[in-house]
Structure formats: structure tokens, C-alpha cells
């Protein structure tokens, strides 16, 4: 089972920068696709920013060009850096990661989430 732990959330003004990251532990064979995801008070759940295991990179549309997806397989570890940040970008933004289990088993696990507030 993969346990996930997410950190770098935090008030920033508007225009200013956060790094979140999101590191995985326990016992799988390869982790295969790892995303953002954030859910702003009263409304669904939508995706950021996912990575798959070739790097390849898929933003939403709203923070395309703000917004930058990264991971570190050794680490075990993906990362969101947001520039730019506007109002609207506000939310609890969860990790999500999914993985090859031991026994072998697609699995896709949420982290706890992250609140990002950005306020003047």
C-alpha cells in the first residue's frame, strides 16, 4: 500500500509563488501517472496538472503557463510549482498517484490535501 504525504500549502498574496510537493512511501512495483487536483469552497474537484511516467505533462487550461508539474522517481516525489497566483486559484489541492501494486494490481491512491489560500 502507498501512503502519501503532501506539504507546502500556505496564504500567499496574489502574483506570489508556492512549491507543493508530494512524497510516496510503502511497497508497490512503479508508480505510473501522479497529478495535482484542487477543490475551491462550494465546487467540484478538478484536475491541475498530471505527469505520467515518461514526463509526459496535461495542465488545465486556467494555469497553463503559471503552473509547472515536475517528479523525482528516486525521491518518489512530485512537485507543483505555482507562479503567478490569482484569487481564483484558491483551494485544497490533493495529490493523486497511481501505482502497480505488488500484486500487480493498478491502485490509485489521494493524498490528504493541502489548503492554498491566496488573499491580499
Known amino acids: 500500500q502507498v501512503q502519501l504525504v503532501e506539504s507546502g500549502g500556505g496564504l500567499v498574496q496574489p502574483g506570489g509563488s508556492l512549491r507543493l510537493s508530494c512524497a510516496a512511501s510503502?511497497?508497490?512495483?512503479?508508480?505510473?501517472?501522479m497529478g495535482w487536483y484542487r477543490q475551491a469552497p462550494g465546487k467540484q474537484r478538478e484536475l491541475v496538472a498530471t505527469?505520467?511516467?515518461?514526463?509526459?505533462?496535461n495542465y488545465a487550461d486556467s494555469v497553463k503557463g503559471r503552473f509547472t508539474i515536475s517528479r523525482d522517481n528516486l525521491k518518489r516525489t512530485v512537485y507543483l510549482q505555482m507562479n503567478s497566483l490569482k484569487s481564483e486559484d484558491t483551494g485544497v489541492y490533493y495529490c493523486?498517484?497511481?501505482?502497480?501494486?505488488?500484486?500487480?494490481?493498478?491502485?490509485?491512491?489521494w493524498g490528504q490535501g493541502t489548503l492554498v489560500s491566496v488573499s491580499s
Open positions: 510503502g511497497s508497490f512495483f512503479s508508480i505510473n501517472a
Open positions: 505527469i505520467n511516467s515518461g514526463s509526459r505533462t
Open positions: 493523486n498517484v497511481g501505482y502497480l501494486s505488488i500484486w500487480s494490481t493498478d491502485v490509485e491512491v
